[in-house]
């Protein structure tokens, strides 16, 4: 696997930390940005990036992340909507490579798509997962009636 | 895939009402239970399960979804106390066969498998996936520069 990718992380959530840490401890230069200091406590002590404070919907946070240099943006917020906006202007405005999203709400999927931005729904990929446990066990259930 | 089981689903937002709507549709019997009766518009109209207003800590409630019957319980709501707590009286006093629970805090899984309760994290999921489109465009990148 590649390593030593510059990589921008918006939010220091549960995802946004988890995502850092891993990243990090992998050999990435890793820069978190959250507008909320106290989240960076989800680091772990050998986390060896950069942490911004700021709101990402400000220029000036960006460049502070040197966002230009990336070459992966993750925008993890439990936003949309700045999940969204921040995406797009990584693309668009500061030409990183791959951008990848967060998105709640399903149905905003597809306009981020048409946005050339990768989503994740966790919501759909949990319940994908419930559905197919379920199915697995009527399938045994099944297995041992017969 | 067998259909018509009994499933009681707690929790009707974002995840619980898809799978609720999902499972509904696919001819199993559905209750769905939530403190809050504002969750239910969650509800497709085609949604032919019942709903059941009020607190899963209350054995009135569970009865009230008949538990009893159910042949699969899944504790979808925001709180990992909440689902721990509803999954343990529906395994060990109501004997459901089949007990599933989101949980959103990973050193929690430990715990739920312990109890027999089979989890979900829905960051891990996520992340999971990010890492692995950010695996997948780095080893691109390296077939392009070669």
Same mark, same amino acid.
């Given at each position: 696997?590649?390593?030593?990718?510059? *990589?921008?992380?918006?939010?220091?959530?549960?995802?946004?930390?988890?995502?850092?840490?891993?990243?990090?401890?992998?050999?990435?230069? *890793?820069?978190?940005?959250?507008?909320?200091?106290?989240?960076?406590?989800?680091?772990?002590?050998?986390?060896?990036?950069?942490?911004?404070?700021?709101?990402?919907?400000?220029?000036? *946070?960006?460049?502070?992340?040197?966002?230009?240099?990336?070459?992966?943006?993750?925008?993890?917020?439990?936003?949309?909507? *700045?999940?969204?906006?921040?995406? =797009?202007?990584?693309?668009?405005?500061?030409?990183? /490579? =791959?951008?990848?999203?967060?998105?709640?709400? /399903?149905?905003?999927?597809?306009?981020?798509?048409?946005?050339?931005?990768?989503?994740?729904?966790?919501?759909?990929?949990?319940?994908?997962?419930?559905?197919?446990?379920?199915?697995?066990? $009527? $399938?045994?259930?099944?297995?041992?009636?017969?």
């Amino acid at each position: 696997m590649t390593h030593n990718r510059y *990589v921008v992380i918006l939010g220091c959530g549960r995802l946004g930390s988890y995502l850092a840490n891993r990243l990090s401890r992998d050999g990435n230069s *890793v820069v978190v940005i959250d507008k909320d200091e106290a989240t960076f406590r989800n680091l772990s002590p050998d986390f060896s990036g950069f942490r911004v404070i700021g709101d990402a919907g400000h220029m000036a *946070v960006l460049k502070e992340a040197k966002l230009k240099k990336a070459d992966v943006l993750i925008a993890t917020t439990r936003e949309d909507n *700045v999940n969204l906006m921040v995406a =797009q202007v990584g693309r668009k405005i500061f030409g990183v /490579p =791959q951008v990848l999203a967060r998105v709640f709400d /399903p149905k905003r999927e597809e306009v981020y798509a048409q946005l050339e931005i990768d989503t994740i729904c966790p919501t759909s990929v949990a319940a994908d997962i419930f559905l197919r446990a379920i199915a697995n066990d $009527a $399938a045994k259930m099944r297995g041992k009636s017969s």
